[in-house]
């Protein structure tokens, strides 16, 4: 999928007037933090609503990375999906009568953003990916939820709502939601509109839910996930997978005793041949688990 125009070079452009050393402060600080754009078409270049839905229509960005939602619900995928193909007339359906579309990973099938992602990864020493949305109609593409992953939404097409709410989930790991069952809204910490043009930072666990303004909106989702210690284990365990040894049973009924030393020696081993240079490395380059 190719940008609309000359899309902006760098990371540090598309934040402007935020410096990167102000961007890596937010990271640490972990609020929400709102600046508003100085020019309504600043983000025209890396992306425009006629050229997603091109893009969707000709299955140069795979059906997979595609969902559907209506009044805030995902729509099954057998309404929109033939297989490996995506039903367009569904996709317009959904598009004329209000709903969302939703692309999550998009940065290999995009010329701008992969490697705008690619760059900022680097940076960073993190995993960076990308999406869009595109919603119709005056509600949102999801229900109230918080995020695992810092998040920055670039605004590039018409205006949305964003009411965040106080008290977010401290450091919450992808795709296991500490929030989950009967849960009383927290009071608003920011109501705000994003008009095109604008960016906003939202850290990992900030609860919240959006609202279109006019007929239809189009942002840009640029998600960052940290390495932490829970990623890590995460990263052995796959390289464990990779060694036989490691994947020989222990059985019960063998030597309590040897087991236990076994199992000190291997991943003492392991743990020891760790650097962090190549546990960033190995980070940025595989996906999350339910990615």
């Given amino acids: 999928m190719n940008a609309q125009g000359e899309a ?37 270049g890396l992306a425009g609503w006629d050229s997603l839905m091109d893009a969707l229509r000709s299955g140069e960005v795979p059906v997979r990375k595609l969902r559907l939602s209506q009044r805030s619900k995902i729509l ?19 598009t004329r ?40 109609g005056s509600g949102g593409a999801l229900p109230s939820h918080h995020d695992g992953e810092d998040l920055l939404i670039l605004q590039v097409e018409g205006s949305k709502r964003w009411l965040i709410e106080q008290d977010p989930a401290p450091d919450p790991i992808p795709y296991l939601n500490p929030l989950k069952g009967p849960r009383t809204a927290a009071p608003i910490l920011m109501d705000l509109t994003l008009n095109a043009g604008d960016f906003l930072f939202l850290p990992a666990g900030y609860r919240h839910r959006c609202e279109t303004i006019g007929d239809r909106s189009l942002h840009i989702g640029i998600f960052i996930w940290p390495l932490t210690v829970a990623r890590a284990l995460d990263l052995l365990v796959r390289d464990l997978a990779d060694a036989p040894d490691a994947r020989a049973p222990l059985r019960g009924d063998e030597d309590a005793a040897a087991v ?27 996906k999350l688990k339910g990615e």
């Avoid at 057998?78 to 996709?91: I, K």
């Avoid at 076994?262 to 595989?286: E, K, N, P, V, W």
């Fill in 8 to 44: 902006p070079a760098t990371f540090a452009k598309i934040i402007a007037p935020l410096s990167m050393a102000a961007f890596r402060t937010l990271l640490h600080q972990r609020k929400p933090h709102h600046v508003v754009g100085d020019a309504a078409d600043r983000y025209a």
């Fill in 97 to 136: 009568s209000g709903g969302s579309v939703i692309v999550e990973a998009i940065q290999p099938h995009h010329a701008a953003l992969g490697p705008l992602c690619a760059s900022l990864a680097e940076q960073l020493g993190e995993r960076v990916t990308a999406g869009m949305i595109a919603t119709t």
């Fill in 76 to 94: 099954p995928g057998g309404f929109y999906r033939d297989g490996n193909r995506l039903r367009v007339e569904a996709l317009e359906a959904v």
């Fill in 260 to 286: 236990t030393e076994t199992l000190r020696r291997a991943l003492s081993d392991r743990i020891a041949r760790l650097s962090l240079s190549a546990l960033r490395q190995m980070h940025q380059a595989q």
